[in-house]
């Protein structure tokens, strides 16, 4: 091949040409945005783990990967409850293990310096900040509903400004090639940029370029510690996306003012904290991919330092287009390297057709916040980086595996088995392999689980597998196959109680409806306020229902992760009557009978829908399993459960083998 080896080259020409910045010359225009699990001591330093997390960034391909929200003044700026700690004594050995990390995988080391501002003693949507500072500073004094805030004092703005300078420099110290301020997403200098939370009438108040004088002399500060050849990256907002915050306009001033100042302009927008913009900040399913890119572009018409833009990007061809139009300079990838490290490297190679999507489920979000580690529904590797490290023993025995079921659980074990040299036989008794993804991505904004599918289908076709599709599993088939060890991944079916009715002809169950919504009628009633149903009434709306859901909890969507509800709810409550609290009585021609509160009542509608819930075969999973000394039982038919659940068991359960 000599030295023009890589297809994606040429294909993405301009997403993989380098780009200088002082003394950093990037491979490519790929940045691992600034991400920060907890996996950090309580004295605030890194821990193996996270380092191994980071290394595979840049083994995956990525130019430059950047460490998120390390904290520059840990006494007032801790804005989650653990965080890196720049001023921690013996966080320094971490954090060049860390840069030594990325710089042997391939990438530069970026680190963030941020601070929390108000939010370092305030609760935050990191967690329920056990480890919050004594006092929240903020610009003004205010009362919130989660505590007081006072303003920040002239003393500690100049303090904080000298802790930038220090952190920017230990930074260097440590090994890393460049630091990116945070100065967005509703933190310290985003708040003090706000007109909404900056109410001071000093120097730090009033104008926009009153405003902006703290971040400007942090940003000073930065240089003096690091020197004139260090690269300083920016996090700015293109807009607050709120009625009263920072607009546009006031936004590319803003980047105006730091254009003599910085390397790189990383345009972000809205506000972490706020619950409604969060969804938007890191963008959902809801919203288009590279919905966020078109701030970029409107700051990067009015600077001359290179522009880096964000917003869920996932597919190169997309990522190759904004930098070929002059969209962006780079682009910062965050979820989408969690759900497959290697995105950077698939697509020089040619690949691309082999890049795990980001599902966009936050599932990465809720995990951290659940047990401080971080996992993706999708990669089943995810924050288990330091034991992936040391490889596994090639199996002693060559096995002969029969996997029973083609849904995401049985085609990852096919997939893993068959990679760790096994000779593997997939049977589905459908038509095709995909199982429930196929009613799970029937919504219009789950095309990203279908895409899924089609790479999880592919990875099948080119593996060693045999695939016995239209193929019904019996005990007899097992006895004359004989395998040497039996996965079974035979999924879950739909739950259907014995509620009076249940079998009218108006009745549609949940999957039947998903895949053809044209059975149904104007208007639909959802029985089950779980994912399933309210997922469904969002679904079903657009495509010109009626919908109402009832739930008998006090909730729709409660098992939802709290970051992926953020997204969800204001689509339901749009989509939907709901009613909740409310238990179905009776199916009848005329709709729903339902009891809330001792009283009776009727939704009435055209069509039902059964979203009760799914249960589990284990029935028919003893009986195979009896069959076979060697058996493994995994996904929805151990227990139902997220598509994580299926994946990460059968990723493993083949490893054992």
């Given at each position: 091949?000599?030295?023009?080896?890589?297809?994606?080259?040429?294909?993405?020409?301009?997403?993989?040409?380098?780009?200088?910045?002082?003394?950093?010359?990037?491979?490519?225009?790929?940045?691992?945005?600034?991400?920060?699990?907890?996996?950090?001591?309580?004295?605030?330093?890194?821990?193996?783990?996270?380092?191994?997390?980071?290394?595979?960034?840049?083994?995956?391909?990525?130019?430059?990967?950047?460490?998120?929200?390390?904290?520059?003044?840990?006494?007032?700026?801790?804005?989650?409850?653990?965080?890196?700690?720049?001023?921690?004594?013996?966080?320094?050995?971490?954090?060049?293990?860390?840069?030594?990390?990325?710089?042997?995988?391939?990438?530069?080391?970026?680190?963030?310096?941020?601070?929390?501002?108000?939010?370092?003693?305030?609760?935050?949507?990191?967690?329920?900040?056990?480890?919050?500072?004594?006092?929240?500073?903020?610009?003004?004094?205010?009362?919130?509903?989660?505590?007081?805030?006072?303003?920040?004092?002239?003393?500690?703005?100049?303090?904080?400004?000298?802790?930038?300078?220090?952190?920017?420099?230990?930074?260097?110290?440590?090994?890393?090639?460049?630091?990116?301020?945070?100065?967005?997403?509703?933190?310290?200098?985003?708040?003090?940029?706000?007109?909404?939370?900056?109410?001071?009438?000093?120097?730090?108040?009033?104008?926009?370029?009153?405003?902006?004088?703290?971040?400007?002399?942090?940003?000073?500060?930065?240089?003096?510690?690091?020197?004139?050849?260090?690269?300083?990256?920016?996090?700015?907002?293109?807009?607050?996306?709120?009625?009263?915050?920072?607009?546009?306009?006031?936004?590319?001033?803003?980047?105006?003012?730091?254009?003599?100042?910085?390397?790189?302009?990383?345009?972000?927008?809205?506000?972490?904290?706020?619950?409604?913009?969060?969804?938007?900040?890191?963008?959902?399913?809801?919203?288009?991919?590279?919905?966020?890119?078109?701030?970029?572009?409107?700051?990067?018409?009015?600077?001359?330092?290179?522009?880096?833009?964000?917003?869920?990007?996932?597919?190169?061809?997309?990522?190759?287009?904004?930098?070929?139009?002059?969209?962006?300079?780079?682009?910062?990838?965050?979820?989408?390297?969690?759900?497959?490290?290697?995105?950077?490297?698939?697509?020089?190679?040619?690949?691309?057709?082999?890049?795990?999507?980001?599902?966009?489920?936050?599932?990465?979000?809720?995990?951290?916040?659940?047990?401080?580690?971080?996992?993706?529904?999708?990669?089943?590797?995810?924050?288990?980086?330091?034991?992936?490290?040391?490889?596994?023993?090639?199996?002693?025995?060559?096995?002969?595996?029969?996997?029973?079921?083609?849904?995401?659980?049985?085609?990852?074990?096919?997939?893993?088995?068959?990679?760790?040299?096994?000779?593997?036989?997939?049977?589905?008794?459908?038509?095709?392999?995909?199982?429930?993804?196929?009613?799970?991505?029937?919504?219009?904004?789950?095309?990203?689980?279908?895409?899924?599918?089609?790479?999880?289908?592919?990875?099948?076709?080119?593996?060693?597998?045999?695939?016995?599709?239209?193929?019904?599993?019996?005990?007899?088939?097992?006895?004359?196959?004989?395998?040497?060890?039996?996965?079974?991944?035979?999924?879950?079916?739909?739950?259907?109680?014995?509620?009076?009715?249940?079998?009218?002809?108006?009745?549609?169950?949940?999957?039947?409806?998903?895949?053809?919504?044209?059975?149904?009628?104007?208007?639909?009633?959802?029985?089950?306020?779980?994912?399933?149903?309210?997922?469904?009434?969002?679904?079903?709306?657009?495509?010109?229902?009626?919908?109402?859901?009832?739930?008998?909890?006090?909730?729709?969507?409660?098992?939802?992760?709290?970051?992926?509800?953020?997204?969800?709810m204001p689509e339901v409550n749009k989509s939907a009557e709901l009613y909740t609290n409310t238990t179905v009585k009776e199916v009848t021609d005329e709709g729903v009978v339902c009891q809330r509160d001792g009283e009776e009542f009727v939704?009435?509608?055209?069509?039902?829908?059964?979203a009760l819930g799914f249960k589990s075969a284990y029935d028919k999973v003893d009986e195979l399993c009896e069959l076979v000394d060697e058996n493994y039982v995994i996904g929805d038919c151990k227990s139902v459960g997220l598509i994580y659940?299926?994946?990460?068991?059968?990723?493993?359960?083949?490893?054992?083998?």
């Amino acid at each position: 091949m000599g030295a023009k080896k890589w297809k994606g080259k040429e294909k993405y020409s301009n997403l993989f040409s380098p780009i200088r910045m002082r003394n950093v010359r990037a491979k490519n225009r790929i940045i691992a945005a600034p991400t920060s699990p907890s996996m950090i001591t309580t004295e605030g330093h890194f821990t193996p783990e996270m380092i191994a997390y980071l290394e595979e960034k840049a083994l995956g391909g990525a130019g430059i990967v950047t460490y998120g929200e390390a904290i520059v003044h840990s006494a007032t700026g801790k804005s989650h409850n653990k965080q890196l700690q720049l001023d921690s004594f013996g966080v320094k050995q971490g954090m060049a293990q860390a840069a030594r990390a990325i710089h042997n995988a391939g990438a530069y080391a970026n680190i963030q310096l941020s601070h929390g501002g108000k939010y370092g003693g305030l609760a935050s949507v990191g967690g329920d900040h056990l480890d919050k500072c004594n006092t929240a500073y903020g610009p003004s004094h205010e009362v919130t509903p989660v505590g007081e805030v006072q303003e920040m004092p002239k003393e500690l703005i100049l303090e904080i400004v000298e802790s930038y300078k220090k952190g920017a420099k230990l930074c260097k110290d440590c090994g890393f090639d460049m630091v990116q301020v945070h100065a967005a997403h509703g933190w310290l200098f985003s708040q003090f940029l706000s007109p909404v939370f900056n109410q001071r009438t000093d120097e730090f108040g009033g104008s926009l370029e009153n405003r902006a004088r703290f971040l400007l002399m942090a940003l000073d500060a930065v240089r003096e510690g690091v020197g004139p050849e260090f690269p300083i990256e920016i996090r700015l907002s293109g807009d607050d996306l709120t009625a009263n915050g920072l607009g546009m306009d006031e936004c590319i001033k803003v980047a105006e003012m730091v254009d003599d100042k910085v390397d790189l302009i990383n345009v972000s927008c809205g506000n972490h904290e706020d619950p409604d913009m969060f969804c938007r900040t890191h963008p959902s399913a809801f919203y288009k991919r590279g919905v966020n890119v078109y701030l970029a572009t409107a700051i990067k018409e009015h600077v001359k330092t290179p522009v880096a833009c964000v917003g869920s990007l996932n597919d190169p061809a997309q990522m190759e287009e904004i930098i070929a139009t002059g969209q962006a300079d780079m682009v910062e990838i965050g979820r989408a390297l969690l759900a497959d490290p290697y995105l950077p490297k698939k697509a020089l190679e040619g690949r691309e057709d082999d890049i795990t999507p980001c599902l966009r489920c936050y599932e990465c979000f809720g995990e951290t916040g659940k047990s401080e580690t971080v996992k993706c529904s999708v990669n089943p590797t995810m924050g288990q980086q330091l034991p992936e490290k040391y490889p596994r023993k090639a199996p002693k025995q060559k096995k002969r595996v029969l996997i029973v079921g083609g849904g995401p659980a049985g085609m990852e074990a096919a997939i893993t088995a068959a990679n760790r040299g096994h000779e593997v036989t997939l049977a589905e008794k459908a038509d095709k392999l995909g199982g429930n993804l196929y009613p799970a991505s029937a919504p219009y904004f789950k095309k990203d689980i279908a895409d899924f599918c089609k790479v999880m289908i592919n990875r099948v076709e080119k593996s060693a597998i045999k695939v016995m599709l239209n193929t019904e599993v019996t005990p007899e088939f097992i006895k004359d196959f004989d395998p040497d060890a039996l996965i079974v991944a035979i999924g879950s079916y739909e739950a259907k109680p014995s509620i009076k009715g249940l079998d009218r002809d108006n009745v549609v169950m949940a999957i039947e409806a998903e895949l053809h919504p044209e059975k149904l009628g104007k208007k639909v009633v959802i029985m089950g306020g779980g994912l399933v149903g309210t997922e469904a009434a969002v679904s079903f709306h657009h495509e010109g229902k009626e919908c109402a859901v009832i739930e008998m909890r006090s909730e729709v969507a409660a098992d939802a992760n709290s970051f992926y509800r953020g997204g969800l709810m204001p689509e339901v409550n749009k989509s939907a009557e709901l009613y909740t609290n409310t238990t179905v009585k009776e199916v009848t021609d005329e709709g729903v009978v339902c009891q809330r509160d001792g009283e009776e009542f009727v939704v009435k509608a055209d069509t039902v829908v059964c979203a009760l819930g799914f249960k589990s075969a284990y029935d028919k999973v003893d009986e195979l399993c009896e069959l076979v000394d060697e058996n493994y039982v995994i996904g929805d038919c151990k227990s139902v459960g997220l598509i994580y659940n299926a994946v990460n068991q059968g990723y493993y359960t083949a490893m054992s083998l």
